[in-house]
């Protein structure tokens, strides 16, 4: 063991929502099946956009969407089931809440109505100088509602939480932050528990057109489930997705003293932050070395003692290659060749802020069940990406350690080694 | 309790300046503070304006200056001032080992396009076809980048290097208090060595004035006194505050100058019926309380001016005070209520008065609350009390003290 190596911290709840559906045994059922869950956009209209597809959830009874009242619906079920599961639902939770979401603006259902509600006159809404009608008791929920502290207030007051509940986003590596953040307050013993859990619920017409103008989104439009395609030679960008996952995370004391069921441990977690460019990774890939590196160090392994990663694989060009760099240059060339990796986000597309959460659930069951959940879409191999993608169908492999990795734009790099129980 | 922790750097960028020089003497002047208020540009809501910084002395290059918004801009020079004054900055061994914690809300949106769009939702036939085209024509792409609340810390990393950690907290003024918080726990447990911490907050923000105006909480008209407003009592601050703690021990070795030792930080939430942050509060103070010492205290509040809940403070704050006579200042009376930023706002205020070793006059002359202390001042208290939700306190002390 290495001189550093972090206490693992037990994974005793695991809870979910994705674009395959509701609860952990039906996105496993699907995962592990090959399903995608992308599928032609129904929520807004589509006329004149370049990207058409997505993964959103589009099933959890709530109307109208908003990016806050569809985040914490997701939310709510995954904090339910993972607590079910570890069988704390229903108590006062020792520990704190660690909750990503996506940062929360006024849809533009929402930015009507209230501008239309409010400025009255003949100004244009925005506009300073304007004369404003006095607040009403209905308006209340387009202030409280969209506040970005409102959804994890709610789930902590709901769910009984510890202390001040956590709201954060590191963008597409918010998921594993939330557990990296878990992970510490444990080892610390600032409480026995914590909950981790990401949820993204952002999808409408501007948030798709904003990832669509920065080039990031896949407009491969004609068959959605075909879209998403991590490491194939013809990937060309992401799909965009919602969903939600959280864990229960525990002292393994702790969870072994109240007779719980260890799904796993997470044991080591690793970050860096990249200072070249706020959507492209340094050249020399040495943010995403040192954040999977940092972590296996965390955990007191050796790169070899990895079997799998859950990679961040979000099948555009430039992310898929740099991980690829990165993997070679902790595993080493014949290394690379021999871990296999495979992305979730061929089937579940690209959940943000949830993404980090949901992948930890996912390498948590796949260690547990020994089963490794396919890269589906890999039709064409990239000769510049030489790796075992476990392409398009699950394979049966005993793994005892596997990295999770996460990276974000604007340079927000975790990784998280997880263990089988 | 774990390791010693210091601030060893801190920066302010704030409606009164940049420099405890300029702070010190706008504080001490209502006609000075009073007058950079500005009651005109998002009228009818009064504002507390940055105006006046010359951003290329933090973020010297175009490119960097362009991917910002004024809110990103403030965060990117405050933490410029913390590192600089930590002797961190371009240090790239100290930058990577750096971890870099910020409270920060989503960034400016395009408000010409916002106009524009409004104008005519209402005239068209097919709305979502009219957003699609707007949009997909109108936005700039790297608006996107000045948008994201984690690009606030991305550009941070990326404009001063630091390349340690980064972790972006949301939700109001709960986020600055825990991030504080959760640094000085890591701090102190030895999972991790060098912090920078802070938040912005920009009040020229149309969507949030809107927002918070829905919720019958923004002061219209003209600037009043903080401690006795209406529930409509918010009057926004712009601000970007930031400081550097670090493991005494860490700080020792390399030689860097103790500026106060960050002693104690707690947050809690509450359901906020009437009384119930106040009870939370007065936990939050018990538990500080052992490391408290008798006389040279002084309170520096985040009171956000909210009618009720800023009147439950000013009840609490003066049961506290009692026949002591305990020094309280509302800073958001001359600063503005900052959000994200209120609480490290204070937190940098707080350090540079124990440098100084003396509290700024009341802001309040009227307020019994707000006393004269004329005093050596050994430690402070900041506290939180969000305007709907979180509460904090804080307690630093002077070095020597």
Not at chain 2, 133 to 138: A, P, V
């Amino acid at each position: 063991m290495a001189k550093s190596a972090g206490k693992p911290v037990a994974v005793t709840g695991l809870g979910m929502v994705t674009s395959l559906g509701i609860g952990i045994a039906e996105n496993w059922r699907r995962l592990t099946a090959g399903h995608s869950g992308i599928h032609r956009i129904t929520r807004f209209p589509i006329d004149g956009l370049r990207t058409t597809i997505a993964g959103s959830v589009d099933f959890m009874d709530d109307a109208p969407i908003t990016i806050p009242s569809h985040s914490l619906v997701m939310a709510d079920r995954a904090i339910a089931e993972a607590l079910g599961q570890a069988g704390m639902l229903g108590e006062d939770f020792p520990g704190e809440l660690f909750l990503a979401a996506p940062p929360v603006e006024h849809d533009w259902g929402s930015r009507h109505y209230l501008s239309a509600r409010l400025d009255c006159g003949e100004k244009s809404p925005y506009s300073p100088g304007r004369p404003v009608a006095p607040p009403a008791p209905e308006l209340e929920p387009y202030y409280e509602d969209f506040l970005n502290g409102t959804l994890a207030e709610r789930m902590a007051e709901k769910y009984r939480v510890r202390g001040s509940p956590i709201t954060l986003t590191t963008a597409c590596a918010s998921g594993a932050t939330t557990i990296q953040l878990g992970v510490e307050a444990i080892r610390r013993g600032d409480s026995p528990a914590a909950i981790a859990i990401g949820t993204d619920g952002s999808i409408n017409e501007e948030t798709l057109i904003r990832f669509s103008l920065l080039s990031a989104l896949s407009s491969k439009n004609e068959d959605p489930t075909k879209a998403s395609r991590p490491f194939s030679k013809n990937r060309d960008g992401f799909v965009m997705a919602e969903g939600a996952a959280a864990l229960v995370l525990e002292d393994p004391e702790h969870a072994k003293a109240r007779g719980a069921v260890i799904l796993g441990y997470v044991c080591g977690i690793g970050e860096a932050a990249d200072t070249f460019h706020r959507t492209r990774s340094h050249p020399n890939g040495q943010a995403i070395i040192r954040s999977m590196q940092g972590a296996i160090d965390d955990a007191g392994l050796q790169p070899g003692d990895v079997g799998y990663i859950n990679a961040h694989g979000t099948g555009t060009p430039e992310n898929d290659k740099m991980e690829y760099f990165g993997i070679v240059n902790v595993f080493g060339a014949e290394g690379a060749k021999k871990v296999a990796v495979s992305s979730n986000k061929s089937m579940i597309g690209h959940s943000l802020t949830a993404a980090g959460a949901v992948e930890a659930a996912f390498t948590v069951l796949s260690l547990k069940h020994g089963l490794l959940p396919p890269t589906i879409n890999y039709e064409m191999a990239d000769p510049a990406i030489p790796l075992d993608v476990v392409p398009n169908t699950a394979r049966k492999q005993q793994v005892k350690y596997a990295l999770s990795n996460s990276f974000g734009f604007g340079g927000q790099n975790v990784s998280l080694v997880i263990s089988a129980p | 309790m774990g390791r010693e922790v210091w601030i060893t750097g801190y920066g302010l960028l704030s409606p009164l300046g940049d420099n405890p020089a300029a702070w010190w003497d706008a504080l001490a002047a209502p006609s000075l503070w009073r007058s950079k208020v500005d009651a005109e540009t998002y009228a009818p809501f009064p504002i507390h304006p940055i105006r006046d910084y010359r951003l290329e002395q933090q973020v010297p290059k175009h490119g960097d200056q362009r991917a910002m918004g004024p809110l990103m801009q403030y965060g990117a020079y405050a933490a410029g001032l913390a590192l600089d004054m930590a002797g961190i900055k371009g240090n790239q061994e100290l930058l990577q080992q750096t971890h870099l914690v910020a409270a920060s809300p989503g960034g400016e949106r395009d408000w010409d396009l916002d106009r524009q769009i409004l104008a005519k939702l209402d005239q068209v036939d097919d709305r979502g076809a009219f957003l699609n085209q707007q949009l997909s024509d109108g936005l700039r792409p790297t608006l996107f980048l000045a948008q994201l609340p984690n690009l606030f810390a991305g550009n941070i990393s990326i404009i001063h290097g630091v390349a340690g950690s980064s972790r972006t907290f949301m939700g109001e003024e709960a986020a600055g208090v825990d991030a504080v918080r959760v640094a000085l726990r890591r701090c102190a447990a030895g999972q991790g060595d060098i912090f920078l911490v802070g938040a912005a907050y920009s009040a020229m923000r149309p969507d949030l004035h809107q927002q918070y105006h829905a919720g019958g909480i923004m002061l219209t008209g003209q600037w009043q006194p903080l401690w006795h407003r209406p529930e409509a009592g918010l009057i926004l601050g712009s601000s970007g505050a930031f400081v550097v703690i670090e493991a005494r021990e860490r700080a020792e070795r390399r030689g860097a100058k103790p500026r106060a030792r960050l002693v104690a930080i707690e947050s809690e939430r509450c359901a906020r019926a009437p009384g119930a942050a106040a009870k939370v509060a007065e936990g939050e103070l018990a538990r500080l309380m052992p490391q408290i010492k008798a006389g040279a205290l002084a309170v520096l509040s985040g009171a956000s001016g909210r009618g009720s809940i800023t009147a439950e403070e000013r009840e609490f704050l003066a049961g506290v005070a009692g026949d002591t006579g305990l020094p309280v200042r509302g800073t958001a009376a001359a600063l503005g209520h900052a959000m994200e930023s209120a609480f490290l706002q204070n937190l940098v205020l707080a350090v540079a008065a124990l440098e100084r070793g003396r509290l700024f006059p009341p802001l309040d002359p009227a307020e019994p609350l707000e006393a004269e202390y004329t005093g050596k001042l050994g430690q402070v208290l900041v506290t939180s009390w969000g305007h709907l939700k979180g509460e904090g306190m804080g307690l630093v002390e002077a070095i020597d003290g």
